[in-house]
C-alpha cells in the first residue's frame, strides 16, 4: 500500500493551498482517511478526518473554518484545502489510510490508522 501526499509549498500568510494523497488501496471506499501535521519540535497533530463514503468529515479545532477535507472515490484521492493560512500551519503534512470500516466511519486518532504517507512540506511565511 502507498500513500503518496503532494501540493506542498511555500505561501505567504493569509494564502491558500491544496494537498492531495493518492491512495494505491484496491478499495479506496472502504477506507476512512486523515491528515496530520508534525512541525518541528512537535508531536504529530490530528488536522482532519473523511468517512470511506465522504457523507461524514470532522476537522480539528486549530482548523475549524478554513480548512475542508473531501475525497474521490472514483480517483483513490483525498485532498485537504487550507485558506488562511498563518504561520503556525507550516509542518509536514501526512495522510493515513484506516480500513476497511464502515461506511460512516471517522478515525481520529493516529493510532487508529494503518497506512501513512510520506508527508509533504507546507510552509507558511509571514
Known amino acids: 500500500v502507498q500513500l503518496q501526499a503532494s501540493g506542498g509549498g511555500l505561501v505567504q500568510a493569509g494564502g491558500s493551498l491544496s494537498v492531495s494523497c493518492a491512495a494505491s488501496?484496491?478499495?479506496?471506499?472502504?477506507?476512512?482517511m486523515g491528515w496530520f501535521r508534525q512541525a518541528p519540535g512537535k508531536d504529530r497533530e490530528f488536522v482532519a478526518a473523511?468517512?470511506?463514503?465522504?457523507?461524514?468529515?470532522f476537522v480539528a479545532d486549530s482548523v475549524e473554518g478554513r480548512f475542508t477535507i473531501s475525497r474521490d472515490n472514483a480517483k483513490n484521492l483525498v485532498h485537504l484545502r487550507m485558506n488562511s493560512l498563518t504561520p503556525e500551519d507550516t509542518a509536514v503534512y501526512y495522510c493515513?489510510?484506516?480500513?476497511?470500516?464502515?461506511?460512516?466511519?471517522?478515525?481520529?486518532?493516529?493510532?487508529?490508522?494503518?497506512?501513512w504517507g510520506q508527508g509533504t512540506q507546507v510552509t507558511v511565511s509571514s
Open positions: 473523511i468517512s470511506p463514503n465522504g457523507g461524514a468529515s
Open positions: 488501496l484496491r478499495t479506496f471506499s472502504t477506507y476512512a
Open positions: 493515513a489510510a484506516d480500513g476497511p470500516v464502515p461506511p460512516t466511519y471517522l478515525s481520529i486518532g493516529p493510532d487508529d490508522y494503518d497506512y
